[in-house]
Nanobody, 127 residues
Framework: QVQLVESGGGQAQAGDSLRLSCAAS????????MGWFRRAPGKEREFVAV????????VYADSVKGRFTISRDYAKNTVYLQMNSLKLEDTAVYSC????????????????????WGQGTQVTVSS
């Protein structure tokens, strides 16, 4: 069992930066690939970014590539999402998720491949 708690969301203006954090507790943090997803109002949840167990593989959605960076701190059992150059369309509830993996480098993108989810944190970007 893994418990995930996100923080760092809030209000921002277009062009600003925010950093989301996701603190994990429970089973070994390093056993999981960690992903960020988001759900905008009236839309389905979508993949944002993922990092592998060893942090060596990271993949981003095209919509955030070059603006967002995912990273993980094993000492703090925390995964981060640094969001720069925020756009109005980044407004959403952001959730982190954990996917237990055998491979150190494998990443997954579909929500059904993630067993554990945080409660989400709201990010609102205004002009």
């Amino acid at each position: 069992q893994v418990q995930l708690v996100e923080s760092g969301g809030g209000q921002a203006q277009a062009g600003d930066s925010l950093r989301l954090s996701c603190a994990a507790s429970g089973r070994t943090f390093s056993s999981y690939a960690m992903g960020w997803f988001r759900r905008a109002p009236g839309k389905e949840r979508e993949f944002v970014a993922v990092t592998s167990r060893n942090g060596g593989t990271t993949v981003y959605a095209d919509s955030v590539k070059g603006r967002f960076t995912i990273s993980r701190d094993y000492a703090k059992n925390t995964v981060y999402l640094q969001m720069n150059s925020l756009k109005l369309e980044d407004t959403a509830v952001y959730s982190c998720a954990a996917s237990e993996q055998i491979s150190q480098t494998r990443v997954v993108f579909r929500t059904l491949e993630y067993r554990f989810w945080g409660q989400g944190t709201q990010v609102t970007v205004s002009s």
